[in-house]
C-alpha cells in the first residue's frame, strides 16, 4: 500500500536518608525547568547541546535555544497527541502522533509540514526515525490494534507499509532505530525484530522476554553501539537487556523490577536508565549500573530522557515536567575521604555479604553498626559486630539497598544490589 500526503503548512529518598547524619553531604544536581505546560511530554532530544525540543499531548511541541533555561510553543496545526520526534541533524526534524500525524520541518522547527499518513484509518504513530534525508520509517498500529511499520524513500511524501512478522504480541511498534542505514531494530510487546534489508522485511529476533505467567515485558526504547551491540528496556515486566550478537540472544541485566521508559549513552561509557521514579547510571559500558534516583526524579513520571555529554542531560515526563542535570545526576553519598574504607563484596549478591574495612581501622575492636534500608528509608535489617564479618540477607527481595555502617567517628555506606 501506498500513500500519498498532500502537506499543510503551518507556523511555527534516599538524599534525605543520608543526610541526617552529620559526617556526610549528598549531592543531587537536578533542576525542573518551566516547560510552560501541564500536558504529559513523551519525547525529549537535543540535537545540539543547547537546542532541544519535546513533543507531547494535545499538539504540544516545545523548543529551546538555550539549554532548557526558556521553552518556546511551537505550532504544530494540531492538536493530536504527539508520541515521538527524531532530528537528522540540526535544522531537519520530524513529528508523529495520533490518527497518523507526521510533520517535518527544514529549519529547526521554525515551520512545520503536516500531513497524515491515512486520513481514512485511526493510526497511531509512536516512533519515527530516519537514516537521510530521503529514507525514513515510522512505526505504531493500526486501528484493530496490529502493529505496523512504513517506509518512505522520498523524504516522507510518500510511504509504503512493510512487511513485518505477525504475531498477537504485535501491538504497537513503540522505537525504531537504524544503526546503519540498512540493519534496524524496532520494539513492541516482548518482541524486538529486525531488518538487514533497509525495512522492506523484518524477523523476530530472541528476546526471550517470558516470565512466568507469560507476562511479556512492554519495550519502549533501545540504543545501539553498533550493527550487533545495544541495549533495550521495557516495563510491566521490567525489563533491561543486552546484546552482542545483533539480537540472537539478550541478556536481562536484572537490574531491578521496574517500569523503565528510556536509555541514553552519551559516549561509549557513560549511560543512563530512566524508569518510572528511578534513574540509574553506567560508567563501565553498561556492565554494571548504579542507582541515582534524587527526590526529583522519584516524585515524577519520567518517560524519556536525552544526555547532550556525560554530565548534561534532561528528562521529561507527566504533568509538564523538565528536568536538567549538570552533573550526570548524582545523588552519591560524600564522606570526605573515608567512604573507600568500607568493603563490601559480592555486589551485586544473592544475599551473602561478606564486609571489611581498611586495615587502620579493622584493628580498632570497636564494633560496627550495621543497618540495610530499601531506597524508601525503611530498616529491614541491623546488627552489631566484629570487622571482617558475613551478614546474610537471603530473606529480603531482589532490588537495591543500602548498606550503612556506624563508628565513633562518622558513617560509612555502599549501595548494595541483591538478585
Known sequence: MVLNLHFIK??????????????????????????????????IIFPAPDTGYVAGANGTLLRTFTGGDQWTALDIGSTQHLNDIYFLNTQTGYVVGDSGLFSITFDAGEHWNTSYLSPAESIVLSSVCFTSMLT????????I??????????????????????????????????????IGYALTRGMCIKTIDGGDHWFVTDTALVSS??????LEDAYFFSADTGYIVGWYNGFNGYTVNGGENWTDQMTSNNQWYSIDFPSRQTGYLAGWGQL????????????????????????????????TGYVCGAGGV?????????????????????QVYPNPTTGLIHIEMNRAIANDRTPLYIEVFTLLGEKVWQSFTQIPASI????????????????????????IILY
Do not use: C
Not at 525514513?136 to 486501528?143: I, K, N, P
Not at 512478522?165 to 544503526?179: A, N, Q
Not at 513520571?301 to 554530565?311: L, R
Open 145 to 182: 490494534q496490529e502493529g505496523i511499520i512504513y517506509k518512505t524513500v522520498d523524504g516522507g511524501i510518500t510511504w509504503e507499509e512493510t512487511f513485518t512478522p505477525e504475531s498477537l504480541f504485535d501491538r504497537d511498534y513503540k522505537r525504531i532505530v537504524f544503526p546503519t542505514p540498512d
Open 280 to 311: 540509574m547510571k553506567t560508567t563501565d559500558g553498561g556492565h554494571t549500573w548504579e542507582e541515582e534516583t534524587s527526590e526529583l526524579i522519584a516524585n515524577n513520571s519520567i518517560y524519556s530522557m536525552d544526555f547532550t555529554d556525560d554530565n
Open 136 to 143: 525514513g520509517y515510522v512505526g505504531g498500529r493500526s486501528d
Open 213 to 218: 505467567g507469560n507476562m511479556f515485558s512492554l
Open 322 to 342: 523538565i528536568l536538567k542535570t549538570t552533573n550526570g545526576g548524582i545523588t552519591r553519598t560524600h564522606d570526605f575521604g573515608i567512604s573507600s574504607a568500607l
Open 392 to 415: 546474610q540477607l537471603w530473606d529480603l527481595p531482589k532490588g537495591i539497598y543500602l548498606l550503612t555502617a556506624m563508628r565513633p567517628e562518622g558513617l560509612y555506606s555502599k549501595k
Open 10 to 43: 503551518v507556523s511555527a529518598v534516599i538524599p534525605i536518608l543520608l543526610a541526617a547524619f552529620s559526617p556526610m553531604a549528598s549531592i543531587a544536581q537536578w533542576t525542573a525547568l518551566n516547560s510552560g505546560t501541564n500536558e504529559s511530554l513523551n519525547e
